[in-house]
């Protein structure tokens, strides 16, 4: 069974910082497709990053919403079967619940539905 775990999670002042870490367990990635998602308070749940990759890990690909674009970065270990997102010049909208998910199918995928898989959720909140 797949698990994702997400941590890295918590308080940070804006400006400031945080990487967030989704490690995947239960099945090693061929091809796939790992993302990010949040949701703040009293909104739905927004598309942040997706990174994918084909199976010889030759090719990958990554996109972001255009609200983090030049601020975050998605990478992933492919050892480690851990995705993660560095979140820089963080802003008071970024708080939010980030959740990761993971798909073992080629293709980049910017929707919660395409994925197969999603982890609980780790908190970030950014004060001003």
């Known amino acids: 069974q797949v698990q994702l775990v997400e941590s890295g999670g918590g308080l940070v002042q804006a400006g400031g910082s945080l990487r967030l870490s989704c490690a995947a367990s239960g099945r090693r990635f061929g091809s796939g497709a790992m993302g990010w998602f949040r949701q703040a308070p009293g909104k739905e749940r927004e598309f942040v990053a997706t990174?994918?990759?084909?199976?010889?890990?030759?090719?990958?690909?990554?996109s972001y919403a255009d609200s983090v674009k030049g601020r975050f970065t998605i990478s992933r270990d492919n050892a480690k079967n851990t995705v993660y997102l560095q979140m820089n010049s963080l802003k008071a909208e970024d708080t939010a619940v980030y959740y990761c998910?993971?798909?073992?199918?080629?293709?980049?995928?910017?929707?919660?539905?395409?994925?197969?898989?999603w982890g609980q959720g780790t908190q970030v909140t950014v004060s001003s």
């Open positions: 990174i994918s990759w084909s199976w010889s890990g030759s090719s990958t690909s990554t």
């Open positions: 998910a993971a798909k073992f199918r080629p293709g980049t995928a910017w929707s919660w539905g395409e994925y197969d898989y």
